[in-house]
């Protein structure tokens, strides 16, 4: 997974930084949306959209935790392009969203924001949402990249 390392980040990247590693410690909690209460991938995401943007992006209908493994539409993927500018993976830099799939043949079912070139902050089950190295495991995951749009 490249990493674009040299770009100047924008302001909006900065801000999107800041207020994703200001979710870290919040525990996972499946379809929740809540910072300090819970999270999960897609509500780490949502709630940082409402921050900078003032705004809900959109409500997800109710899903279940192996939503993915029951079709084969890239329904996350679909989301994110409603709201965010959708990039190659080559231009993936710190401040945007990586989506992941688990297997070849499903759709991508994870979603992180980029905070360097080799880290991320996200909510996965069981854990309370952290900031990680991006090892080769979730390079070889990569999906689709995502970028928040500049602020009007």
């Known amino acids: 997974m490249p990493v674009a390392t040299k770009r100047l980040l924008e302001p909006v990247a900065r801000q ?19 910072k300090l209460i819970g999270t999960d991938c897609l509500g780490l995401i949502r709630g940082v959209y409402r921050e900078i943007y003032s705004a809900e992006p959109e409500t997800p209908p109710p899903y279940a935790a192996d939503w993915a493994e029951a079709g084969t539409a890239e329904t ?14 080559n231009d993936l830099s710190p401040g945007d969203v990586a989506l992941f799939r688990w297997r070849q043949g499903l759709p991508a079912k994870h979603a ?16 309370n949402v952290c900031e990680i190295a991006v090892s080769p495991w979730w390079r ?9 749009p500049e602020l009007n």
């Open 16 to 34: 999107v930084i800041a207020v994703a590693r200001s979710w870290i410690g919040t525990p996972y909690r499946h379809q929740a949306s809540l």
């Open 112 to 127: 992180g924001i980029m905070t360097s070139a080799s880290a991320m902050v996200h909510a996965q089950s069981g854990v």
């Open 140 to 148: 070889r995951r990569l999906a689709f990249a995502f970028r928040f």
């Open 76 to 89: 996350l993927a679909e989301a994110a392009r409603r709201h965010l500018l959708e990039i190659s993976l």
